[in-house]
């Protein structure tokens, strides 16, 4: 048995304390996630950078437009999952979005986090469908969408500035209710 399959994975909420270890954890994986993500000025990177992303989180958090919880192996943090752009009303949706700490990819932890995050927004949040995105090659977080049950719904062009230019993302969703 490894040593990570001796450690507890789970995922919790974000914390005001989690700034320190959101920001080692950045910027160990800088460049590992520059190519999916949208261009971020260098303050992003300093630390009152993450602290102010934190802090904003959790405001939205507050209003109940975001559910932002952070990934952990052995109590220590690999990534982050977040249910963002919550709409109440009829629709009762939400986009997730994830990332995970390089050394950690292709574990499966990644999927285990989503199924969490799917059981949350059904039952402890009430929503009936969630929306995420991948650009077109990003083929294993379409792995990852599909092994929870994410089904492809269409493809939109010139979708996301990501890593500062326009580009096409493959459409996924997840009815929670019948």
């Not at 943090?77 to 700490?101: C, E, F, M």
């Amino acid at each position: 048995m490894s040593h990570e399959q001796n450690q507890t994975f789970r995922i919790r909420p974000l914390e005001p304390d989690d700034a320190d270890a959101l920001h080692a954890l950045t910027l160990a994986n800088r460049e590992h996630l520059a190519p999916w993500d949208p261009h971020r000025p260098e303050y992003f990177f300093t630390r009152d950078g993450r602290q102010e992303h934190l802090s904003a989180q959790l405001a939205r958090h507050r209003t109940g437009h975001e559910y932002p919880y952070v990934m952990t192996l052995g109590g220590r943090l690999v990534g982050q999952i977040t249910l963002s752009n919550v709409v109440r009303g009829p629709l009762q949706s939400a986009n997730v979005g994830y990332w995970i700490d390089r050394e950690h990819q292709g574990r499966g932890l990644t999927s285990q986090a989503l199924r969490s995050i799917v059981d949350l927004a059904r039952d402890d949040f009430g929503l009936h469908r969630l929306e995420a995105g991948t650009m077109l090659e990003n083929v294993a977080s379409q792995r990852v969408l599909t092994s929870c049950g994410f089904e492809e719904y269409g493809v939109a062009p010139k979708f996301l500035k990501i890593a500062g230019s326009w580009q096409d993302h493959r459409l996924y969703q997840r009815i929670l209710h019948d």
